[in-house]
């Protein structure tokens, strides 16, 4: 079944204490993009890759890294989490090098940081 | 800048019509998207539009007017099961999404 992945679903953790999102998807796509979603703020762009080794930033990046070593695999780092990191992150993919098509999201992981 | 407002409730009846309005500004402009987004679940593709005009799918239609900086979703025989959030995007230097229209359908 074609469709993109996300571990864990849901997280409790404390201020500093650093944690990997994994995001894996099966579809062949080059482009994949992470999100975080907040009440009255809509999905936010964190960071975005358009191919392997190729990542950018989105509008939200601070408190955040990724890396793509793999076509497949698009991992969210929090280095030192805080509480306004608190939010539900969904990862995301398309066909082509670009945000041109549509876009398949991964179930969401909802992250709280004490 | 880039901005997309869209209503944050509407509430229909179970087999009425629905039209879920969208404006935006962009700089520049390469297609605007629907999103559905049920409670607590990732948001699922509905519809693209890149040139003006109405693409009908369904019981999903989606209409453009880039001149106007705006968009429309209409859902015909409105079932519970379309009660979700309505999420609309737009590319322009980069793809931006909107707060979202949270739709609730009565019995």
């Known amino acids: 079944e074609a469709q993109v992945t996300q571990n864990p679903r849901y997280l409790i953790t404390v201020t500093g204490k650093k944690l990997t999102v994994t995001c894996s998807q099966n579809?062949?796509?080059?482009?994949m993009s992470w999100y975080r979603q907040d009440p009255g703020l809509g999905l936010r762009q964190i960071y975005y890759s358009m191919n392997v080794e190729v990542t950018d930033k989105g509008d939200v990046p601070e408190g955040y890294k990724v890396s793509r070593k793999e076509k497949r695999n698009f991992p969210l780092i929090l280095e030192s989490p805080s509480p306004n990191q608190t939010s539900l992150y969904f990862c995301?993919?398309?066909?082509?090098?670009?945000?041109?098509?549509?876009?398949?999201f991964g179930p969401g992981t909802r992250l709280t940081v004490l | 800048g880039q901005n997309i407002d869209q209503p944050t409730e509407m509430t229909a009846t179970e087999g009425a019509i629905v039209q879920i309005n969208c404006t935006y500004q962009?700089?520049?402009?390469?297609?605007l998207f629907w999103y559905q987004q049920h409670a607590g679940e990732a948001p699922t593709f509905l519809s693209y539009n890149v040139l003006d005009g109405l693409e009908e799918k369904g019981r999903f239609s989606s209409f453009l007017s880039r001149s106007k900086g705006y968009s429309y979703l209409l859902l015909k025989e409105l079932q519970m099961k379309d009660s979700a959030s309505y999420l609309c995007a737009v590319r322009g230097d980069k793809l931006i999404f909107g707060t979202g229209t949270r739709l609730q359908v009565f019995p």
């Open positions: 995301a993919s398309s066909p082509g090098g670009s945000s041109y098509n549509e876009q398949f």
């Open positions: 579809m062949n796509h080059e482009y």
């Open positions: 962009t700089s520049g402009f390469n297609g």
